[in-house]
C-alpha cells in the first residue's frame, strides 16, 4: 500500500473529528442568520456567542475582546491597517521573518505614508529585545512580531517584547498562527492573530483577540457584525469549529511527544545525510518544525521524489514559489541562495509516528543520494552563508 | 519565445503539474552517469564539454559529447535543479544523440519544452538551459579539432 505521510503541518492541518461533529449542525439544521431576532436566529447567536466566551477563556481575556474573522490573513491585516488607520500616521516595527500577510500589508502602509522598520534576525532566525528597544521612535505607533515563524519554526522571546512596548505605551501584535500550541498567556499583548486551519480546525476561520481599550478602523464595512470591527454574516460553522480546536489545541499533550520526535528527526537525519545542515534553533523552535538544508541538491527536486513516494513536505527553494524567489526567511537567516535552494521543511503532527519518520529518512537518504549523483556542483563553505 | 503555444494549463489530472515526460524523465533520467568511475571515465574520453548556469540562480547543467564522423555518438550530463530543469536536460541528451553537429546546434528550449510535451510557462526560462551547455559543448569541441 502506498504510504501517506503528511509533513506539512505548517501549511494546514487536517480537520479533527471532533471538531467535525461539532461544526456539523451549524450547516444545515441550526442555518439561522445570527442577527435574525426569532427563535432559530437566537439559538445561533447564543452558540456563536458561547464559543467566543469558550475561546475567551482558554486565552484568558474577555469574550468583547475576540473577533471571528476569515482567517490569519484577515486578522493581520485587521491589526495592522486597522491601527495605521485609526492612528492616521506613525511608525510601525515589524521583522523580516513575518509573513506575507504582515509583511505586503506593512509596505502597503508605507505606500499609505507609513514608516516601517524591518528588523533583522541572527543567523538562528531570532529577532533580539535590544534591537527592538533601539527601533522605538517617538512616532512608533505599533510593533508586530510573529510568535513562532512558519518556516524555520523559531520562537521569539513575545514575553520580553511584549513588556517593553508596554512600557512605551506602543500597541503590540503579534500573529501566532503556528503558536497556538505553546502560546504564553501571560503576556502583554494588545492583538493576537490565530487561525483554525493550523489547530485542526476549519480553514477560513481564524480570531483576532483586541485589548478592549483599543480602537480599531474596520477593513470590511456592513451590517455591524463583530462589535463593527468586522462586518459580514458570521461563518457560524466555522466559528464553532475555532472554538472545539482551540479547546483540544489548549488541553492535549503533543507538545513533549512532537518535541521527541523532531529531536530524534534531526539528529538521526544530520548524523546519516552528509552535508545537511538544520535551519533556525535548536530547541527554541516550534516543537513540530524540522527544516533542513540538503547541499548541492534542489528542494523541489528533493520534494518531488517524497512525494511519488508517499511523503508531503515543503521546500523554501525559489524553484517552488510563485515569485521565483527563495524564501525571505531563510535570506534573513543569512543563507547564501545557493544553498537556500535546497531547503526542505517537515512540519509533524498528531497522526506523525516514529516509523513513519524512520520510513522517510530511509527514502531520504536514497533521493539525496541519487540527486547528488546527478548534481554538477560541491558547494564550499562560502558558498553557504552571507 | 512562443511559451504559450506549449503551455500546460493547471494540474494533470493526477494533481501533478508536470507532463507524464516530464516525470518520465526526472524520475528515470537518461543519458546520467550511474557510477563515479563512469563519470571520470567519460570525462577522460570526451570530445567536448559545456556548462550554464550558477548555484545561486538554483540551476546548473553540464553536458559531455563524443563526437564521430561529424556525428554526436554519445551525450552524457549532470544537472543541479528543479524537476524541469533535470526533464529537459536528460530529453536533450537523448535529442542530441544522432544528430550531426549542425543540427545539434541549432536545437532550442522551445524544442526541448515541445518535446516534454510542455512546462509550466514560468519555468522555462530559468530551467531550459540545456541547449546552451549543448551549445558550448560543441563549440568546446569545434576547437579542439
Excluded at chain 1, 491585516?77 to 510601525?92: E, S, T
Excluded at chain 1, 500589508?105 to 505606500?111: D, I
Excluded at chain 1, 512580531?145 to 508596554?166: C, R, V
Aim: some cysteine; charged content about 25%; aromatic content about 6%.
Amino acid at each position: 500500500m502506498k504510504k501517506n505521510i503528511y509533513l506539512d503541518h505548517a501549511a494546514t492541518t487536517p480537520l479533527d473529528q471532533t471538531v467535525l461533529k461539532s461544526m456539523q449542525p451549524y450547516f444545515s439544521e441550526k442555518f439561522a442568520n445570527p442577527g435574525s431576532l426569532h427563535y432559530p436566529g437566537m439559538e445561533v447567536k447564543e452558540a456563536i456567542e458561547q464559543a467566543r466566551e469558550e475561546v475567551a477563556k482558554i486565552l484568558n481575556v474577555k469574550a468583547e475582546e475576540i473577533i471571528f474573522t476569515s482567517g490569519g490573513t484577515e486578522s493581520a491585516n485587521l491589526a495592522l491597517k486597522g491601527v495605521a488607520l485609526q492612528k492616521k500616521k506613525g511608525h510601525i516595527i515589524t521583522s523580516e521573518i513575518e509573513h506575507p500577510a504582515v509583511l505586503d500589508t506593512c509596505a502597503y502602509l508605507e505606500s499609505l505614508g507609513f514608516k516601517v522598520t524591518y528588523l533583522r534576525v541572527g543567523k538562528e532566525g531570532i529577532i533580539s529585545v535590544e534591537d527592538v528597544k533601539k527601533a522605538i521612535t517617538k512616532e512608533t505607533i505599533l510593533i508586530s512580531i510573529m510568535y513562532a515563524n512558519n518556516e524555520i519554526g523559531t520562537i521569539q522571546p513575545i514575553k520580553d517584547i511584549g513588556t517593553l512596548a508596554k512600557k512605551n505605551n506602543i500597541l503590540f501584535h503579534t500573529d501566532a498562527c503556528q503558536a497556538a500550541g505553546v502560546l504564553d498567556k501571560n503576556i502583554n499583548v494588545d492583538l493576537i492573530t490565530l487561525n483554525g486551519g493550523k489547530i485542526y480546525g476549519p480553514k477560513g476561520i481564524g480570531i483576532l483577540y483586541k485589548n478592549k481599550n483599543i480602537q480599531l478602523t474596520p477593513l470590511i464595512h456592513g451590517g455591524g457584525q463583530e462589535l463593527n470591527l468586522r462586518s459580514g454574516t458570521e461563518n457560524v460553522p466555522g466559528i464553532i469549529g475555532f472554538a472545539k480546536a482551540l479547546e483540544l489545541v489548549s488541553k492535549d499533550k503533543e507538545n513533549e511527544r512532537l518535541i521527541k520526535l523532531r529531536d530524534y528527526f534531526i539528529e538521526k537525519v544530520l548524523k546519516e545525510i552528509p552535508r545537511s545542515f538544520l535551519n533556525g534553533h535548536k530547541s527554541n523552535r516550534l516543537p513540530n518544525n524540522i527544516n533542513i538544508s540538503f547541499l548541492d541538491i534542489e528542494g523541489e527536486s528533493i520534494l518531488l521524489h517524497l512525494n511519488e513516494k508517499g511523503i508531503y513536505v515543503s521546500t523554501g527553494s525559489a524553484c517552488s514559489s510563485h515569485k521565483l524567489e527563495i524564501s525571505h526567511v531563510l535570506d534573513a537567516i543569512g543563507l547564501k541562495h545557493d544553498a537556500a535552494h535546497g531547503s526542505i521543511r517537515f512540519t509533524l503532527g498528531k497522526s506523525t509516528t516514529k516509523p513513519d519518520l524512520d520510513y522517510v529518512i530511509k527514502e531520504l537518504k536514497e533521493v539525496v543520494g541519487s540527486l547528488r549523483k546527478l548534481s554538477p556542483i560541491h558547494l564550499k563553505n562560502e558558498d553557504i552563508r552571507k | 519565445m512562443s511559451e504559450e503555444k506549449y503551455e500546460v494549463k493547471g494540474y494533470s489530472e493526477k494533481g501533478w503539474l508536470y507532463t507524464d515526460k516530464v516525470k518520465e524523465h526526472f524520475f528515470n533520467p537518461k543519458n546520467i552517469f550511474k557510477t563515479d568511475q563512469e563519470l571520470e571515465e567519460f570525462k577522460k574520453h570526451a570530445d567536448g564539454y559545456g556548462t550554464v548556469g550558477s548555484p545561486a540562480c538554483g540551476d546548473v547543467m553540464e553536458m559531455f559529447i563524443k563526437v564521430k564522423d561529424n556525428i554526436i555518438t554519445a551525450c552524457k550530463w549532470r544537472t543541479f535543479g528543479c524537476a524541469s530543469a533535470i526533464a529537459s536536460t536528460s530529453i536533450l541528451s537523448e535529442m542530441a544523440i544522432g544528430k550531426t553537429i549542425e543540427e545539434a546546434k541549432k536545437i532550442t528550449p522551445q524544442d526541448i519544452v515541445k518535446e516534454l510535451g510542455g512546462l509550466p510557462p514560468r519555468k522555462i526560462h530559468c530551467s531550459v538551459l540545456g541547449d546552451q551547455a549543448l551549445r558550448k559543448a560543441i563549440e568546446d569541441y569545434e576547437s579542439k579539432n
